[in-house]
């Protein structure tokens, strides 16, 4: 099945910092989001994006699908940042396949 | 903004009890899915589910494991006999066209 592969796994950071998550796919993709699993394990919708960028606020993604990686930027983080993110790829509309995640930490 | 419902957020249940954890799909969307993690690992997918069948499913989902849209609304997922590895946090998710999905708030399903 196809490979997700994040980095890095563990970032901390001081507020108001600026940090680049990637996330590298072993195979072409159909799919592609980016998620924040929050505290109480939720996991929040951050960016659907198979291809392009996209911003959100202080958030922003980009995907090269051709190169087979994505990358979510977050500027001036935030204490409420922090937490997990996943990046999952689907190749059929059938499943998603999760990266190992990256454990951002912002300190105050 | 509509928002995929389950319930309940805890159970705590015997060894060898069965589960039934419940989700509302968001109402206007045809695929449904199951995922569970395990405490400290990843998302890892279960089961998807169209047109009132499974169109795919992983090698965890095996015969302990069972889905159901028992109306227009629900979609369910049984744990037969439940075993200390199945804790885990139990996601449901939605799509109204196989492409991006909306994930539950999670149940959180411990096996004692």
């Known amino acids: 099945g196809i490979q997700v592969e994040q980095s890095p796994p563990d970032l901390i950071l001081q507020e108001g910092a600026n940090s680049t998550l990637r996330c590298n796919f072993s195979d072409s993709v159909n799919n592609l989001q980016w998620f924040h699993q929050n505290p109480w394990g939720q996991l929040i919708n951050l960016f659907y994006?198979?291809?392009g960028t996209k911003q959100n606020g202080r958030l922003s993604a980009t995907t090269v699908a051709t190169e087979r990686y994505s990358l979510l930027y977050i500027s001036s983080s935030q204490t409420t940042d922090s937490g997990v993110y996943f990046c999952a790829v689907d190749r059929s509309g059938s499943r998603l396949t999760f990266g190992e995640g990256t454990q951002l930490t912002v300190n105050p | 903004e509509p928002e995929v419902t389950q319930t309940p957020s805890h159970q705590v249940t015997q060894m060898g009890q069965e589960v039934i954890l419940r989700c509302v799909p968001i109402s206007n969307h045809l695929y449904f899915y199951w995922y569970r993690q395990i405490l400290g690992q990843k998302v890892e997918f279960l089961v998807s589910f169209y047109n009132n069948e499974i169109s795919e499913k992983s090698e965890i989902f095996d015969d302990q494991f069972s889905v159901e849209r028992p109306d227009g609304s629900n979609f369910t997922l049984k744990i037969r006999s439940t075993k200390l590895e199945d804790s885990a946090m139990y996601f449901c998710a939605s799509s109204v066209n196989a492409a991006e999905a909306f994930f539950g708030q999670g149940t959180r399903l411990t096996v004692v």
């Open positions: 994006i198979p291809s």
